[in-house]
């Protein structure tokens, strides 16, 4: 079955700790995106990636970072930077850019 | 950037039709896009609509656009209690989303 994987699905991370959200992917899709959401408002853009080895800020960067090492995978690193990190997070893919996106199960992070 | 707006909640009984509404600012939207989103759950994407397009159909769901006053809707006939989420309309190259409707059947 082709999909978006996020794991893991919660996830706990204590004061000044970095913490990585894994998503991977196997639709063959160019284009990945990460988003925050907090309860009762829209999904935020963090980071998203047109190609390999390339990714642009979103509207809401700091405090987080990305890799992009292989199409397949996205993960995304929550640092110690980011001083309200509880919310719940979503990884995206599409085929190309503007193209449809196709939602991860989300991971909630909280923090201890 | 974007701004998508819509209203956040919605209450309809069992059976009737339910109607989202949703605007937006940026007109150079290519597709424009209803997603639904069960609790704990990532976004489903339920249908589009190309930007010169009018209306469309797909089953139970109507999606109406009227790009001069930019304004997006999306129709639920018939509407089921598995029908409760959240909708969420996205417009702009990178998805701007608005902050979700809450629709709530009720038996």
């Known amino acids: 079955d082709g999909g978006i994987t996020q794991s893991p699905k919660y996830l706990f991370r204590k004061e000044g700790q970095n913490v990585t959200l894994s998503c991977e992917q196997n639709l063959n899709h160019d284009a990945m995106y990460w988003y925050r959401q907090d309860p009762g408002q829209g999904l935020r853009l963090i980071y998203y990636?047109?190609?390999?080895?390339?990714?642009q800020k979103g509207d809401i960067a700091e405090g987080y970072s990305v890799s992009r090492e292989k199409k397949e995978s996205f993960p995304l690193t929550v640092t110690s930077a980011q001083k309200n990190p509880t919310a719940f997070y979503l990884c995206?893919?599409?085929?190309?850019?503007?193209?449809?996106?196709?939602f991860g199960s989300g991971t909630q992070l909280s923090v201890l | 950037g974007e701004d998508v707006e819509q209203s956040l909640f919605l209450s309809v009984r069992e059976g009737d039709s339910s109607v989202i509404n949703c605007t937006y600012t940026?007109?150079?939207?290519?597709?424009l896009y209803w997603y639904k989103q069960e609790p704990g759950a990532g976004l489903q994407l339920l249908t589009y609509i190309f930007s010169n397009m009018d209306m469309k159909q797909d089953q139970r769901l109507t999606v109406l656009l009227n790009k001069k006053d930019k304004h997006l809707s999306l129709r639920i006939a018939d509407t089921q209690t598995g029908d409760s989420a959240i909708y969420f309309c996205?417009?702009?190259?990178?998805?701007?989303f608005g902050s979700g409707t809450k629709l709530n059947v009720k038996p």
């Open positions: 995206a893919s599409s085929i190309i850019e503007n193209e449809k996106l196709f």
């Open positions: 940026d007109s150079s939207s290519t597709y």
């Open positions: 996205a417009a702009g190259g990178k998805f701007y």
């Open positions: 990636s047109q190609i390999v080895n390339d990714f």
